[in-house]
């Protein structure tokens, strides 16, 4: 088996010959499995060894979504303002600057209006890449705009949330949103028009506790982590031991605060069959 073995003993390889295996060529899910990235991205970022949802952002649901992942994105350039002029390890405005050139992303949200199976919809995404998802200024004004379009132009809306919670460096304008964006569905909800909650993973704090529970349908993918406070922090105020699975989707649709959890590949069917449910719709 002399192929694999070294033979000869002190052969050095200059550094600039030396091959790298390129990075993301195998993806490893936290059950072990592992999978060709190119598989894995045709799955639709699924792993179809133990059907472990990996985390993606608002681009690939707009491309899952959307036909022909067509669309116009509202409120594209809108960014965040360091009005309170905060630092922790770093100042906010820097964190904002290196955050977006990192990312590409302007915030934790992006709004897309187009057409799903034929019929006008209008989308607000989260990105967890940006600050964890984390509700500020701008993710609040970008969801209130889009349920306004909504409402503007008669459609239906549906909000995908992947969040960490309220924005601390905006501090009380961080959690202002919350009460903000649930006046906003009221009025969607008054003119009539559906909205569908997408949670996944992660939807914690001030999302939960907001406009992510409050959809005519919620919904989740699997194995999403949903709740508000942390595991020990929920413990160590109520000095209970957790049930086993506790803010999982799973535990949350058992125990009635989800209505489905939809696999990413039925994702666009099911949100638009639930949509022509509630508008009494010919099925799509």
């Known amino acids: 088996m002399a192929w694999f073995k070294r033979q000869e003993k002190g052969i050095t390889t200059p550094t600039e010959e030396k091959m790298d295996v390129p990075k993301g060529l195998w993806y490893k899910s936290p059950t072990g499995k592992i999978i060709d990235a190119e598989e894995l991205a045709r799955n639709l970022y699924v792993s179809p060894e133990d059907d472990f949802h990996v985390r993606i952002g608002s681009e690939t649901y707009f491309e899952i979504l959307f036909d022909n992942n067509e669309f116009n994105e509202l409120d594209k350039n809108m960014t965040s303002k360091d009005s309170l002029h905060f630092v922790d390890t770093k100042k906010y405005s820097d964190r904002i600057k290196d955050v977006t050139s990192k990312t590409k992303l302007n915030d934790a949200v992006r709004t897309g209006v187009g057409k799903s199976k034929g ?20 993710v609040g004004e970008k969801i209130v705009r889009g349920i ?46 559906p909205y569908i909650s997408l949670c996944t993973d992660p939807t914690t704090g001030g999302t939960t506790a907001s406009y992510a529970m409050l959809g005519d349908i919620n919904i989740s993918e699997p194995g999403a982590l949903i709740g508000f406070a942390g595991p020990r922090v929920v413990r160590d105020t109520t000095g209970k031991d957790l049930p086993e699975g506790f803010q999982t989707a799973e535990f949350l649709l058992e125990h009635g605060l989800l209505d489905f959890i939809t696999p990413r590949k039925e994702l666009k069917d099911n949100i638009n069959l639930y949509i022509d449910l509630i508008q009494n719709n010919d099925i799509r």
């Open 148 to 193: 306004d379009h909504a409402i503007k132009h008669k459609m239906p809306f549906v909000m995908i949330s992947k969040s960490g919670g309220a924005r601390m460096m905006e501090a009380a304008f961080s959690l202002m949103q919350l009460a903000k964006t649930s006046v906003k569905l009221v009025q969607l909800a008054e003119a009539k028009l």
């Open 119 to 138: 019929k006008d919809l209008v989308v607000c995404c989260m990105d967890f890449a940006f600050i964890g998802g984390s509700i500020g200024g701008v």
